[in-house]
């Protein structure tokens, strides 16, 4: 796979920090950690550490070396130095070249191995004190992935060499990313086709938290008011929330207005906690997802991503496990910010399991009011954006809604 460096535009390597090659060493155990180029991934906040992942690419189409030098990853694998000089004089990259089980620099100094996994027996030998080169590539064949990658992951923990997976597409790069939460060091992406470069490149800006703190906005409460039956949306996710997140439900009734909706995570005396899940408005209503986008809450389906935030507009992507509409009691919900003039509203459940983040934690490290408690001058969060949208996407045109 192929990591960024100093080639691109710098809008391309935003978020990236890049290292450089350093020769290898003898023993993997009393090397100093040198990778090879790798853009780092700030860690999602679901894990323990700030994390660095390699991507090499490994391809023989020009259009695919193109792509991927666009986006930052300039670390090319080659068995011809003819393809490696024509490449070199039209685009500013660094070749590495296959020998055989061994990875090559232009000095003919080895930088990785390869190890052909088939059987346990070959997993077996694949540990840390057996390997003699800072970076190892793993060519996984045969239909089992997932749990020999997990093996190796748990094998290589807190060790300083570079163990990157080779894959032939960008969904088995995802799978070997993130296993066992932590992933693999890197990927080797062994690919013709451009779109997997396009959809790898996606896969690491959606979980890039440089970008992840989002504005949020102080509202007060101005009404409240029972309104009626409505068709409301349960949103189940396939992951556990904590106090203080929620979806970012703008849930506000207009895109311009997103009101921050807090998950059933709260213990009651009448229901058991369901961390997994915000009621999180009717069908007509927003919810944030993935690319700066909205969708209607009535489009979500089993499989699709939404954006979890909390308090302090820490957000991170969790993928929907199912999707609940019923007809419920709603009730309307308005607020003023409170260092502007716009007013945003919100229809929810009128149920005690719905509530709205506040900006501050309350008596009791409270983070959120039930609807049912809420009252005229209680404090909400909210994220303010532009009013106008087509097909979730925010667009520059006059728009009136009421």
Not at 219 to 240: F, H, Y
Not at 339 to 359: K, R
């Amino acid at each position: 796979m192929a990591v960024s460096s100093s080639v691109g535009s710098a809008k391309a390597l935003a978020c990236f920090r890049t290292s450089r090659l350093a020769p290898p060493k003898n023993r993997i155990r009393n090397a100093v950690c040198s990778r090879l180029p790798s853009i780092k991934m700030c860690a999602s906040l679901a894990a323990p550490s700030e994390l660095k992942k390699t991507v090499w690419v490994w391809t023989e189409n020009r259009q695919v070396m193109t792509a991927a030098v666009e986006r930052g990853w300039s670390t090319f694998l080659f068995r011809s130095k003819e393809l490696s000089e024509d490449w070199s004089s039209t685009a500013r990259i660094h070749p590495l070249f296959i020998d055989g089980l061994e990875i090559l620099d232009e000095g003919n100094q080895k930088v990785a191995a390869i190890s052909v996994i088939s059987s346990p027996s070959e997993r077996q030998l694949i540990q840390p004190e057996n390997m003699k080169l800072q970076n190892t590539v793993i060519d996984f064949r045969g239909d089992w992935q997932v749990i020999p990658a997990e093996n190796i992951v748990a094998a290589f923990q807190g060790c300083t060499g570079t163990v990157l997976a080779v894959s032939k597409n960008s969904t088995e790069a995802q799978v070997f990313l993130e296993a066992l939460e932590q992933g693999l060091d890197g990927v080797v992406l062994k690919v013709e086709d451009m779109d997997d470069i396009i959809k790898l490149k996606d896969y690491f800006d959606r979980r890039n938290e440089a970008k992840s703190q989002l504005q949020l906005t102080k509202a007060t409460v101005s009404k409240v008011e029972v309104v009626g039956m409505g068709d409301r949306v349960c949103v189940d996710l396939c992951s556990i929330m904590r106090p203080g997140e929620g979806l970012l439900v703008c849930v506000g009734s207009y895109a311009r207005g997103m009101f921050l909706v807090h998950s059933e995570c709260l213990e009651t005396s009448y229901i058991a906690s369901r961390p997994f899940r915000v009621n999180a408005g009717p069908v007509h209503a927003y919810v944030t997802v993935p690319g700066d986008k909205t969708s209607y809450l009535s489009e979500l389906r089993s499989g699709r991503e939404v954006i979890v935030v909390d308090q302090n507009g820490l957000w991170r992507t969790l993928i929907v496990g199912r999707v609940k509409i019923e007809s419920r009691p709603l009730i309307l919900v308005e607020a003023k910010e409170n260092s502007g003039s716009g007013t945003y509203s919100i229809f929810l459940q009128n149920a005690e399991t719905v509530a709205l983040i506040t900006p501050e934690k309350g008596s009791g490290g409270r983070t959120a009011i039930p609807v049912t408690s809420l009252k005229v001058g209680d404090g909400v969060l909210v994220r303010k954006q532009g009013a106008a949208r087509h097909t979730g996407i925010e667009i520059q045109e006059f728009i009136v809604e009421k």
